[in-house]
C-alpha cells in the first residue's frame, strides 16, 4: 500500500474544502483525480504530498501517519509536481536535479560520488546533457516539465503527484509527458494525475476518482460512466474508438 | 572563466591595499616602517587600516545579507535595506543610546543587543503580514518595509528630538552611515562574527538554491523549510543589527552589489556568492575612500553616497522588472 486516507475532512475559513475521503492507492497503481474546478482536487493531492497538515481524519503514505513522517523522509518517497514553477531567480539545472539527491546527503555535506552517479545515470537516459549548465527559467513549458521530472527521478521516489501536468504546454510537450506517464508508471513508479480536463488522461490511467464539492463521487477501478461524468462536470460526455484509441468528448 | 576571476580578485587586492595610502593627509611611507610613535604612522595604523578593513567587513556583511534575503524572499529587490530591517536595527541601537545602554551583556555592547532585536523584530513584522494577507509577493513585502521604514524614521526622529543637542549631532552623523573608527576593537568584534557569517553562508548554499525555487520546491526535496528560514533570519538581523549598530544604516550596498554579480555569474549560485562577499567589501572601500577625498577637508558620510547610487539603481532595476512583465 503506498497511500492510504481514511474518512479525511478539511477545513479552510470554516468551510468544508474536502469530506470524507476513504482512498487506498496501491503500488503501481496510475490515479487520475478529476472534477470542476473548486472541488478540492489540489488541496487532495497537497495534503497526499504533506504539504498540509491541519487535516481531520488518518493519511497515511508507506503505512507511516503523514503527518508525523519527517521532510527527509516523505521526498524519499513522493515527489509532488506543482502546477507551476516559481522560479523568479536563476537557477543551474544542474542544482535542480542534484537537489533530487538532498534527501540522501547529511546536512553540512556535499553531494557525494554515489549521488553523482545516479544524476549521471538519469541525465544520460533522458537526454539532459544540453541542458544542464542552462537556467531553468530559460527552457519552455515542456522541457521544463521534463527536467522537474528528471528531478524526481534522480531523488528515486516510489510515487509522483502531478497538478494539471499539461496546463501553458503545446501538443508535442503534451504527448511527450503523456510518453513519459506511461513508461514511469510501466517502471513501477505510482502515480497521481490531478486535472479537470479528463479527456486527455482518461485512456491513460486505470484508476479515476470523481471529486465534487469536495466529496467522492466515484473512485475505484476506470470505468467510462455517463452518469458519474454528469453528476460530476452537469456536462455529457461521449465516447468513441478511432484507430484503437479511445476519444472522450463533450456532447454538448 | 578562471581569467575572470584572476582578474577581478587581483585588481581588487592592488585597490584595497593601495587606497589606505591615499587621503587628505599625506603619508610619508618613511615613517610607517621606522620603529617610534609618528603622527603619519598612527594614522596609517590606527585610523586608516582599521576604517578600511571595517568598510570592507561591513560591505561585504551587508551585500552578503542582501543576497541570502533576495534567495530566501525570491526576489532581488527583498533586501534587509529595502524592507526596513536595516531601520529597525538603527531604531533599536538609537535607543539603546538614548537610554545610555552600554551594559555589556554576555560580553555584548548594550547597542549591538537592541540593534540585533530591532532587525529581528522588523523581519518577523513583515513575515506576519505576509502570513495575514498569505502572500509574500514582492508587493507585499516591500509595502511592509515601506511602512516600517516610516515608523522606525519618526521614532528615530522623536528619540533624536528627546536627546541633548550634543547627543543629536552625534546620532544624526551615525544615522548618515560612517567608517571612521579608530583602533581595533570594532574589527576585533565583527571579525569572528563575520568568518562564522561568512562560512555559515557557504555551508546552506545548497539550501540557499533550494529555498530560492519556492518553499513548495524546497520542501518537495526533503528540506526543512521553516527552521531554515528562522535559523537564517535570527542569524542575518544578528550581524546586520551589529554592523548598523556599529557603521550605521548604509543603504543598498546590499542591493547593488547581488544584482551585480548575478548578471555576471547567472545561475552559478557559487561564484554569485564570491564575488558578492568580494565586491561587497571592496565596493564600500572605495566609497569610503571617495567619501574621504571628495572635498576635503570635509567628509562626506559614506551612507549618503551609498544612498546616492543605491536609489537610482533601485529604480532602475525596478522599471526593468515590471517591464518584464
Avoid at chain 2, 49 to 73: C, D, E, K, M
Avoid at chain 2, 186 to 205: D, M
Avoid at chain 2, 275 to 294: E, Q, S
Wanted: charged share 20%; proline share 3%.
Amino acid at each position: 500500500m503506498q497511500i492510504e486516507i481514511k474518512d479525511l475532512t478539511y477545513c479552510l475559513n470554516r468551510k468544508k474544502i474536502l469530506q470524507n475521503i476513504d482512498l487506498k492507492i496501491k503500488d503501481g497503481d496510475f490515479w487520475l483525480i478529476f472534477g470542476p474546478n473548486g472541488a478540492g482536487k489540489t488541496t487532495l493531492l497537497k495534503i497526499m504530498s504533506g504539504l498540509i497538515h491541519d487535516f481531520q481524519g488518518d493519511a497515511r503514505v508507506k503505512g507511516s501517519d503523514i503527518k508525523k513522517i519527517s521532510t527527509r523522509e516523505m521526498a524519499k518517497v513522493i515527489s509532488y509536481q506543482p502546477q507551476f514553477e516559481e522560479f523568479s531567480l536563476p537557477i543551474r539545472i544542474r542544482d535542480i536535479l542534484l537537489a533530487g539527491r538532498y534527501p540522501y546527503k547529511s546536512f553540512f555535506k556535499n553531494y557525494s560520488k554515489e549521488d553523482y552517479r545516479v544524476y549521471d545515470e538519469v541525465v544520460r537516459q533522458l537526454e539532459l546533457e544540453p541542458f544542464v549548465d542552462r537556467d531553468i527559467n530559460t527552457l519552455s513549458g515542456g522541457e521544463r516539465k521534463k527536467v522537474m521530472l528528471a528531478s524526481a527521478f534522480i531523488q528515486d521516489v516510489s510515487i509522483i503527484l502531478f497538478d494539471e501536468p499539461f496546463t501553458f504546454l503545446d501538443p508535442e510537450a503534451v504527448s511527450n509527458l503523456k510518453k513519459m506517464m506511461v513508461e514511469m508508471n510501466r517502471m513501477g513508479k505510482t502515480l497521481v494525475v490531478v486535472s479537470h480536463n479528463f479527456e486527455t488522461l482518461f485512456p491513460l490511467v486505470n484508476k479515476i476518482i470523481a471529486l465534487k464539492q469536495g466529496q467522492i463521487v466515484y473512485s475505484g477501478k476506470k470505468v467510462f460512466d455517463k452518469d458519474i461524468l454528469k453528476e460530476t462536470y452537469n456536462t455529457a460526455f461521449e465516447r468513441i474508438t478511432v484507430k484503437e484509441k479511445e476519444i472522450i468528448f463533450l456532447d454538448d | 572563466m578562471t581569467k575572470k576571476y584572476l582578474l577581478i580578485a587581483v585588481v581588487g587586492l592592488v585597490i584595497l591595499l593601495l587606497l589606505p595610502f591615499i587621503g587628505v593627509i599625506k603619508i610619508d611611507l618613511q615613517s610607517l616602517v621606522s620603529t617610534g610613535e609618528s603622527t603619519d604612522s598612527f594614522i596609517f595604523w590606527q585610523l586608516r587600516v582599521p576604517r578600511t578593513l571595517l568598510a570592507f567587513l561591513v560591505g561585504s556583511t551587508l551585500a552578503l545579507s542582501g543576497l541570502i534575503f533576495q534567495n530566501i524572499f525570491k526576489n532581488s529587490l527583498a533586501t534587509p535595506y529595502t524592507l526596513g530591517v536595516s531601520s529597525g536595527a538603527a531604531a533599536g541601537a538609537v535607543m539603546a543610546m538614548k537610554l545610555k545602554l552600554s551594559i555589556a551583556f554576555l560580553g555584548l555592547n548594550g547597542i549591538y543587543i537592541y540593534g540585533f532585536t530591532g532587525a529581528l523584530v522588523t523581519i518577523f513584522i513583515i513575515l506576519a503580514v505576509a502570513k495575514i494577507v498569505k502572500s509574500f509577493s514582492i508587493y507585499t513585502l516591500l509595502m511592509a518595509g515601506i511602512a516600517l521604514n516610516f515608523f522606525f524614521s519618526s521614532f528615530i526622529l522623536l528619540i533624536q528630538y528627546l536627546l541633548e543637542f550634543t547627543e543629536t549631532i552625534a546620532v544624526l552623523r551615525w544615522l548618515m552611515g560612517g567608517l571612521s573608527i579608530s583602533g581595533y576593537s570594532e574589527i576585533i568584534f565583527l571579525l569572528p562574527l563575520y568568518l562564522f557569517f561568512v562560512i555559515t553562508t557557504f555551508l546552506l548554499k545548497n539550501e540557499l538554491i533550494l529555498i530560492s525555487g519556492g518553499d513548495q520546491f524546497a520542501y518537495s526535496k526533503g528540506m526543512n523549510v521553516k527552521t531554515f528560514r528562522i535559523f537564517i533570519f535570527i542569524m542575518v538581523s544578528f550581524i546586520v543589527g551589529v554592523v548598523v549598530s556599529i557603521a550605521g544604516p548604509i543603504g543598498f550596498v546590499g542591493l547593488i552589489v547581488p544584482h551585480i554579480s548575478r548578471l555576471i555569474f547567472k545561475d552559478d549560485f557559487r561564484s554569485v556568492i564570491y564575488f558578492t562577499i568580494f565586491i561587497g567589501g571592496l565596493l564600500l572601500v572605495i566609497t569610503d575612500f571617495l567619501a574621504r577625498i571628495l572635498i576635503p577637508p570635509v567628509e562626506i558620510p559614506v551612507g549618503i553616497i551609498t544612498s546616492f547610487l543605491g536609489a537610482p539603481f533601485f529604480l532602475f532595476i525596478l522599471i526593468s522588472k515590471l517591464r518584464e512583465n
